[in-house]
């Protein structure tokens, strides 16, 4: 069984690998996992979930000295600052951007894999 400690690192780890480099490392939004253990990998609602990031990632740094990595730390900053371009600096959808995935608030990127 794992530690309290454990088990936050893991989590912490989660957050990392959820940060998909084909999706310009933005957060999973939804990982639906069927019966025959197949999962989809989604992402969308960005603004909602870039803020949930920061808060969980922050919340784990300063409880477990959990290490956040600088290209982590950057691609998220980045993509903070985007969500807070907007005259009210309030968090918002990010976009419109020509050419970019994440104009759109629905789901954009779903991956099939195997769980193992």
Do not use: Y
Not at 28 to 56: E, K, M, S, Y
Not at 57 to 82: I, N
Request: a negative charge.
């Amino acid at each position: 069984m794992l530690t309290i400690k454990e088990s936050m690192e893991l989590a912490g780890k989660n957050l990392l690998a959820g940060l998909l480099p084909e999706n310009d490392r933005l957060p999973v939004w939804c990982v639906p996992i069927q019966p025959d253990l197949r999962a989809t990998f989604c992402c969308g609602w960005f603004a909602h979930n870039i803020g949930r990031w920061w808060d969980a990632m922050l919340r784990l740094e300063s409880a477990t000295g959990f290490p956040l990595p600088p290209e982590a730390e950057e691609d998220m900053l980045r993509h903070l600052r985007a969500c807070l371009n907007n005259p009210l600096d309030i968090c918002c959808h990010m976009g419109p951007r020509q050419g970019d995935a994440w104009n759109r608030p629905e789901v954009i990127d779903c991956q099939r894999c195997v769980l193992s």
